[in-house]
């Protein structure tokens, strides 16, 4: 079978044309699961659309056998990875900028049918827009309202390990039963830590997301994270039975977190052991267990960059958000608080490697506060020399304190007019234990 000139020419045109776009004809572009800008997708089933248009993307073009405009065959390219609107007359002027950043809005037409694009060179003229990005060489995205971004990935599948696994079997000490020693189920020193920077582990948030919810539900149980500093639980979440907490719709099914007892320290890898229940009516024989597992935080090298993970389980998903943060310290943050009024108070600390505020942080209080002196301390990780930020909001106004290691007292605090709701003193620990312990992990 001869080749047509005409198609040869056309084929090329378009491989040029889409590689000038940076797109591919084999499929579509998907989000890192680990990008920064994003927060937990809604679940379940925001898989279903993804693999829809993923089917459609992948279907051959509809390329003619004669002599084409190469314009068309472009045309039809592009039919295929970012579909009309149904209800449309105009393929070109409703097309959506489903990619990040594109640039098709720019040529929707003015009113003149035709005019909005005359021939393929008008893109390939196009400069290339410098694209804009942060302090570690990612690209920021610009925002959009578009109606056509593509939902982002659900959050990445963590490793849960089996009840028994081939090393187990063998009984090499690399199980992880005897590395994180397991059946140890006491709670690790506060009296551990490290006053030089390490990699740290930080978790901002924990929530459900359940296939068949019945929410609100009363849930019990614990969250812990085993290190290679001491092997035995450092608590993110331990509530008992008597005091359950109430999950709703209304919080997102996040799951309120308490202060570590002390900084959580990581290598390359860390172990995170959960057993959460749904306390039902009557006694604990009734009780529901939502999940229990033993999980692997795996970092490797990847440091400084938010994680957004999932341990799956038969009753619900548990969605993990954390960072492990290079050469930072411990940081002990302590707040004395007393008011004359029943007020609602929340404080939240951020620094270096966090969300911005006001979306995340690390949640330190979020309830009522009322007369008699209220006095809670909350653990984080800070990188060195980073300044470290608590936000007070508190009767619709907001208060900031700003610490910095090697500085005494606060760099920045608020005035006087705190003084309207209550009294607060705010003080920062950085790094104050130097002990490692004995029982150091060995692979």
């Known amino acids: 079978m001869a080749w047509n000139p005409s198609v040869l020419m056309a084929c090329t045109e378009e491989q040029g044309f889409l590689a000038s776009r940076n797109l591919s004809s084999h499929g579509a572009h998907h989000p890192d699961a680990c990008a920064d800008d994003r927060d937990y997708p809604e679940d379940p089933g925001d898989g279903r659309k993804r693999t829809e248009v993923a089917e459609l993307l992948h279907q051959p073009a509809p390329m003619s056998t004669s002599d ?33 950043g594109s640039d098709y809005d720019d040529d929707v037409d ?28 990612q690209v920021i995205l610009a925002e959009t309202n578009c109606p056509g971004s593509p939902p982002p990935p659900p959050p990445y599948p963590m490793n849960v390990l089996p009840d028994a696994t081939g090393v187990c079997i063998l009984g090499a000490k690399s199980c992880y039963h005897r ?19 390490s990699n740290m582990l930080q978790i901002f948030s924990i929530r459900l997301s359940s296939f068949e919810p019945s929410y609100p539900i009363s849930l019990y149980g614990i969250f812990a994270v085993r290190d290679y500093l001491d092997p035995r639980r450092n608590y993110v979440f331990n509530c008992p039975r008597d005091d359950a907490v109430t999950i709703d719709k209304q919080d997102f099914f996040v799951i309120p977190l308490c202060s570590p007892c002390r900084g959580m320290y990581i290598l390359d890898q860390a172990l995170v052991e959960v057993d959460l229940w749904v306390k039902k009516e009557g006694d604990e024989s009734d009780d529901k267990q939502l999940l229990s597992a033993y999980a692997d935080i795996d970092i490797r090298n990847e440091t400084d960059m938010m994680f957004y993970e999932r341990i799956s389980g038969d009753n619900c998903n548990l969605d993990l958000k954390y960072s492990v943060l290079s050469k930072s310290v411990e940081a002990v943050i302590q707040v004395y608080a007393k008011v004359d009024h029943p007020r609602h108070a929340r404080f939240t600390a951020f620094s270096t490697g966090y969300d911005d505020y006001p979306h995340r942080g690390v949640v330190l209080f979020d309830d009522k506060l009322f007369g008699k002196e209220k006095l809670f301390q909350h653990i984080v990780a800070v990188k060195e020399n980073e300044e470290l930020d608590v936000i007070l909001e508190v009767g619709g106004s907001m ?42 992990r060995s692979f």
């Open 68 to 100: 084409s405009d190469p314009c068309e065959i472009a045309r039809r390219a592009l039919d295929l990875m970012f579909p009309r609107e149904e209800d449309s007359d105009d393929g070109w002027s409703t097309w959506s900028a489903r990619e990040e």
């Open 110 to 137: 003015d009113g003149q049918a035709g005019e909005g694009v005359d021939d393929c060179s008008d893109y390939e003229e196009e400069e290339e827009e410098e694209e804009e990005k942060d302090g570690n060489g």
């Open 399 to 440: 208060f900031k304190w700003t610490f910095q290691d090697e500085r005494i007292g606060a760099v920045v605090s608020p005035d006087d007019s705190i003084l309207d709701y209550g009294q607060f003193f705010v003080r920062v620990l950085f790094a104050p234990k130097d002990f490692q312990g004995s029982l150091a």
């Open 179 to 197: 590395v994180y020693k397991t059946h140890d189920t006491s709670t690790t020193p506060s009296t551990l830590g490290k006053r030089t920077p």
